[in-house]
């Protein structure tokens, strides 16, 4: 029986500084397809379509101080460990200077980079629900070291994303977690653990989370004119079409699911 999900994030517009940069990272690197391209607009996605990445080119918008208010990372999800294990390779074999970081997260295994322009992106794969870490009957993620040869292991060769990546969760740096959190749940995500350090993490359908909301920017906030993250997309079951604002400042666009 095929299951049915009643949220899923469609899409993200990043402002940016530098096209042709981004676009050797996203498109020439990453693999992601142009799809629509509009005076200083660029649409990307996966084969599959399942999400779209705009890129909102402004040659005068300063770069992003990090770590501000916004954007902490996007999170691209892979099908699979080998098609994760494939697009690392990739991005090993290129010598790309802004990897950050692995973890194993207990539900997931999870690389971190920057684009170019300092866009926090996260590529994971999930592990089997019944294998999710509990405690007390609450969702139980963890940060524990990922052995990066062994998932290199998995791949026979390097390759772009997988034609079937979606866009898994986003994590925001916020001013107040409980604002936030309020937010997020009058959009029908519940909070699936709240104990992690100055961070907390919401979902629908018992996903581990759709969107985390931390406090390490500890409230610095960027130029209004900066790059980085401008809207989000998330189509929701039962819910009519409607933009928003989201504590940060971003827009919000709820679709139909």
Do not use: C
């Amino acid at each position: 029986m095929t299951q049915t999900y009643s949220l899923s994030l469609t899409g993200l517009t990043l402002r940016v500084q530098h096209i042709e940069r981004q676009l050797a990272f996203y498109r020439d690197l990453l693999g992601l397809e142009v799809v629509d391209q509009q005076g200083p607009r660029t649409d990307l996605a996966p084969a599959g379509r399942a999400f779209t990445l705009t890129l909102l080119h402004d040659p005068s918008a300063p770069l992003r101080p990090q770590p501000t208010l916004g954007l902490y990372h996007f999170a691209l999800l892979l099908p699979s460990r080998a098609a994760l294990a494939a697009v690392f390779r990739r991005l090993v074999e290129a010598r790309y200077p802004h990897f950050q970081g692995a973890s194993d997260h207990g539900v997931s295994e999870a690389l971190y980079l920057a684009d170019p322009e300092g866009n926090g992106l996260e590529l994971y794969r999930d592990r089997p629900r019944l294998e999710w870490p509990f405690r007390g009957g609450r969702l139980a993620m963890v940060s524990e070291r990922l052995d990066l040869q062994a998932l290199l292991s998995e791949a026979r060769s390097s390759g772009p994303l997988d034609p079937q990546t979606t866009l898994g969760h986003l994590h925001l740096h916020v001013r107040d977690l409980d604002e936030a959190q309020a937010f997020y749940e009058g959009l029908g995500l519940a909070l699936m653990q709240g104990d992690y350090p100055g961070a907390r993490f919401l979902a629908a359908d018992g996903y581990h989370h759709h969107i985390g909301i931390n406090l390490w920017a500890r409230g610095r906030t960027a130029p209004k004119e900066a790059t980085g993250l401008l809207a989000y997309q998330i189509a929701l079951r039962g819910r009519s079409p409607q933009t928003l604002t989201d504590p940060n400042g971003a827009e919000v666009r709820v679709l139909a699911l």
